[in-house]
């Protein structure tokens, strides 16, 4: 089953720059959202390999805008089939879809919470949401990847888009209760090492990540709210 359908970033990008020290950010990024849906754009951080004269220098930390749901670069049309919103860590490393971007291509969609939906007592679906103690931002685990339009001439701006899946994991915690599947939540332990473009994907790399998001899922709680895309 799929998780995570909707999520909340309630911080402006400014913000977002300043927590994570962003060295370079892209010319049209996302606004503040309590509705985010597949399709949809999101933030997204990336570290980025230093080129030309800055070649072999730290790592460039980039804050870009990307498409909730990732094209994969052999795609014909970024319509043509449902959106890729989520991917499962225990299997992303095997599937041709999203094994090139677990060994070079990891990024972060930060989020200040997530909606789940969980029954009711009336036998309907209630929506839930998920968030971290004191407003802390959650970091998502996602893949991203480059597709291009082929119908774009080459110096147009549009003929490149970027887009994200954000990794999911077996529930733990509280949040076993709401659903059986979770999104991996990084935490700083290993953020620079999940972001750095100089280490390859590997089984190791995904299980530690994966391991380590467990000690965020035991500190995260969530409550009922009255509709999806209102502010709390």
């Known amino acids: 089953m799929v998780m995570c359908g909707r999520f909340v970033m309630s911080r402006a990008s400014s913000d977002l720059v300043a927590l994570f020290d962003v060295d370079v950010t892209g010319d049209t990024l996302p606004e503040p959202s309590w509705n985010i849906a597949p399709t949809d754009p999101v933030s997204l951080i990336v570290d980025a390999a230093p080129r030309g004269a800055d070649a072999g220098g730290p ?3 980039r804050l870009a805008s990307a498409r909730w749901g990732l094209v994969p670069s052999t795609a014909t049309d970024p319509r043509a089939q449902p959106p890729l919103f989520n991917a499962r860590i225990e299997t992303a490393a095997s599937k041709p879809t999203f094994h090139d971007a677990v060994v070079s291509r990891r990024a972060i969609v930060p989020a200040s919470g997530y909606y789940e939906w969980a029954a ?14 004191d407003d802390e931002i959650m970091l998502f685990a996602a893949l991203y990847e480059w597709w291009r339009n082929p119908h774009v001439a080459p110096d147009d701006p549009a ?74």
Request: avoid cysteine; glycine fraction near 10%; aromatic fraction near 4%.
């Open 59 to 61: 790592p460039v930390r």
């Open 159 to 232: 003929r490149w888009l970027l887009s994200t899946t954000i990794l999911t994991r077996e529930s733990a915690g509280p949040l076993a209760e709401l659903h059986e599947r979770m999104p991996v939540l990084v935490g700083a332990e290993l953020m620079e090492d999940w972001l750095d473009p100089e280490a390859e994907g590997d089984d190791d790399l995904l299980e530690g990540v994966s391991g380590e998001s467990l000690q965020h899922a035991e500190r995260a709680g969530f409550r009922p709210v009255a509709a999806v895309g209102m502010p709390q």
């Open 120 to 133: 009711g007592a009336d036998g309907g679906k209630t929506p839930h949401l998920v968030t971290l103690p």
